[in-house]
């Protein structure tokens, strides 16, 4: 009962490992301080798997046959995460759908953890990340959803409305971060491009991009209500002097926003003002 904020992570794509968040998660930690952690429900989202196995047998069939391995592999994986996350959006069990059940899962363990109570939500989503969890909040705003779990009949006899259902459905979601993030690679060919609704009155969306990153964009340009929820902030992702040198100019800075200095800080600052309140 004493958690106050929770804090949710979600990965990119590509082949990543469980616990990507780890030095993220001891930076924040430690900027917080021991007793402002306590109060955080945290929670790591993990998609990697749904996926893996069938990317993993693809790979191994072309092993032998071709050259570049290391760079077939992030193109593989990444590329592959991404299609296969859109594709058969209305089928029970697709990637899409078993991701979503996923993060159905994740929110009703912080909502039982927080002892059963909605408590403020702050989420942090690298890369192909922001895609999915933007897809979610969608899906879970539509009251005629067409596609994914909230199209579906659920025999959880969680009713409609209920603070458990509020919870899942991101109403308390405060704070959105998307670091790297890729959503105009999905929405770029349709003629009407909307955000998601402000699932808060209080809610503010903040997009840390790197120019140099290819797969990372600012969203605001994307349309009017882009422009009207986002706030772009441009960076020059990683940290120390070598990371920097050799990886924040050039597409590698993709992968370095969980380490980035000015990222953590503007997350640490803005869950002690929640705290606060």
């Not at 690298?126 to 705003?141: E, K």
Request: aromatic fraction near 12%; glycine fraction near 6%; hydrophobic fraction near 35%.
């Amino acid at each position: 009962m004493d958690k106050k904020i929770a804090l949710i992570t979600i990965h990119g794509m590509g082949d990543t490992e469980r616990h990507y968040y780890t030095e993220f998660y001891d930076q924040i930690q430690k900027s917080l301080g021991d007793k402002a952690w306590s109060k955080v429900a945290f929670k790591s989202l993990y998609y990697q798997d749904i996926l893996q196995g069938q990317q993993e047998e693809i790979l191994g069939r072309m092993r032998d046959q071709v050259d570049w391995i290391k760079l077939r592999r992030f193109l593989l994986y990444g590329f592959s995460d991404a299609a296969s996350l859109e594709y058969k959006k209305r089928v029970k069990n697709s990637p899409y759908y078993l991701t979503q059940k996923m993060i159905m899962k994740a929110m009703d363990d912080v909502f039982e953890e927080a002892g059963n109570r909605q408590i403020p939500v702050v989420i942090v989503a690298n890369s192909l990340g922001g895609q999915v969890i933007s897809s979610y909040i969608w899906d879970a705003q539509r009251i005629d959803a067409s596609v994914g779990i909230w199209s579906m009949q659920r025999d959880d006899e969680v009713h409609e409305g209920s603070p458990r259902d509020q919870f899942r459905r991101m109403k308390s979601l405060h704070k959105f971060y998307t670091l790297g993030c890729n959503i105009p690679i999905f929405v770029a060919g349709h003629k009407n491009i909307e955000a998601i609704k402000p699932p808060t009155p209080d809610f503010k969306w903040y997009n840390f991009y790197d120019k140099d990153d290819v797969l990372g964009w600012p969203l605001k340009p994307l349309s009017h209500s882009y422009e009207q929820r986002v706030e772009d902030i441009e960076v020059n992702a990683g940290k120390g002097f070598f990371t920097k040198l050799f990886k924040s100019w050039n597409p590698l800075s993709h992968g370095q926003y969980w380490q980035d200095k000015k990222v953590i800080k503007h997350i640490t600052e803005n869950i002690q003002k929640m705290m606060s309140l």
